[in-house]
């Protein structure tokens, strides 16, 4: 056992000051996707609706409901319309009520592509 | 596949021996028509013929049929039986092949069949309380499900022991009842329905592509060699060849799953042996790997790798090369160190036995049948591309306790290591072949860090799944595992064992 203690004393200390600093790790994972509101239409937030395999969006009426609890990050969205739609870099998800998780993105008319 | 004779071997033989039956052979599949009344003799033949019984399973419709899938290693083919079953009961097939006894209860909960002979059957995956309406595959059994338990009367000194489901932090919900008299195990019984998802059940009516998102999940540990299963199955009943380089890449993402699980194990075993620093060591290794994988392949645990008809995404080459030998460096050297100190040695040397024996009788699979001695390894026994060009190192011990269930993952390691090299310089990775339109069945295989990993699956004519099988190497592993931990072990051996088993219950229960 002293062995242990003297490799563990040798090793130093290796986790790091997260969250008092950034992780340099953090920026190889994936985040849940933002949308540029400007880019959606309807025909687009219906793609997207039908993509996303955990059911995290979902349109209604003129606006597009993200809600990132149901989110996964598997980037299906991001293949489908790689112009409108961008990994958002927030891996930290935190809120004091269901709802903060919902997100309304309005859509705009008929988008040309 | 077409209809003819198969080549000589188990399914000729078995041919002969219940006659009349039209064969479909594929490449590496034949699958036989067995009549029901002709189900007992078929089982007896190919149990005394030596063939090992990977799965059981039923599939859904106006008849129940029943699936046995045999694995003729030797043979490197698979050989599928199938049944319709008319009556409510079918031949107690357990009895013959015991590795059957799991599936028959799982049948049970699922379909409303059971085998012959009232043979009392456990709750294996649906909660107590599943009524009429819960999701199942088939219909409700007319009586419930015996809950486990141990199979004597407790009496004397002995008493249960329960533990669980919700254990320490991190561990999955698992819920023991423990015999003891104090100090050995005199009997242990598992719940393992806590986390039923009915995957198998959500996976109806979806597309391929839809359904590998769910196929990954069910083990999140095991999620390439899953996935792998269920995109071959696809792949075979559609008649579609991915492209080489998927391939390669599929096996440089199963190599680095191994070797993450193999790590974690380490710790694991580090953890329930108290040796806090050697824990931390084999962390450290393991994060360092789980980054690997996140800078290769955009995600810690790998999901999202695989598709059907090939992958989504080639590894990045450069990162992998470059992080591979300083991470596994990490856990070798955790590794010689912890094979070099005794106090951690003696708990592990003769602790959680499997024989040989129990693991041919049970059908186990991976590591643990290995270092039982059982020489079985799918991708050697099975290959598929890639690993027909570039076959691993097979590691087998024969002592059956939890010391060579590590030696076996550590040679393991390293061997994955030297694969990851070879494929990476095999070619170009990535690609992915269109899948056509049409319906069809099909069998996939891999081989996950647990052992085999088996999918079945059948598509209607407009490419939706009408009935997916996922069989994870925990479904089949578990079995084994009350025999390990009665083998002369005491209390404080049962998270030594666990560990060295390396299963989960959300792949057994899905």
Redesign the interface.
Known sequence: ?P???A??LR?GI?TTRYPARPDS?AA???TPPAFRAGMLDHRLADLLVTVC??RALYRDGDVLQFDVGRC?A??RCQEAAPGAVAPSGEFELAGTSRAAFVKQIPLAPEVGR | MTTLQPRPGTAASLLSAIGGAAPREGDRVVTVPVPAAQLEAAVHHLAAAGARLADLFAADGDQVTLRLVWGLDSERQYLVTETPIDAPEYPPLSDIAPAAFTEECEIYEQFGVRPAGGKPLNRVALPPGAGPDFPRLGHQPQEAPEEVHAPHTVGGQAFEFPFGPVRQAGVESLYYGLVTSGEEIVDLYLFTWHKHRGLEWRLRGRRPA?AM??AERTEGLSATAISWALAAAVESALGVQPPSGALLTRGIALELERLYNHAAAMAALCQSTG?S??Q??AE?ALERLL?LN??TF???YL??VLDAGGVRRAPDQAALRDGLPGAYGELRRAAD?LLA?N?FMDRLEATGIVTTEQARRLGLVGPVARAAGVPIDGRLDQPTAPYAAYPPALAVRDAGDVLARLRVMLDEAADSVRLIGDLLDAGPAGGTAALPAGGGSGLGWAESSRGEALAWVSLDADGRITRARLRPASVRNWRGFDDAARSQNVFTDIPIIEASFWLTVAGTAR
Do not use: K
């Open positions: 056992m062995l242990w203690f490799r563990g090793r290796v790790s190889g994972l994936p395999p955990s996964t598997c980037g | 839809e998102f769910l040796l620093v050697g931390a060591a450290i980054r996140a800078a955009g995600h810690r999901f999202g160190a100190t106090s």
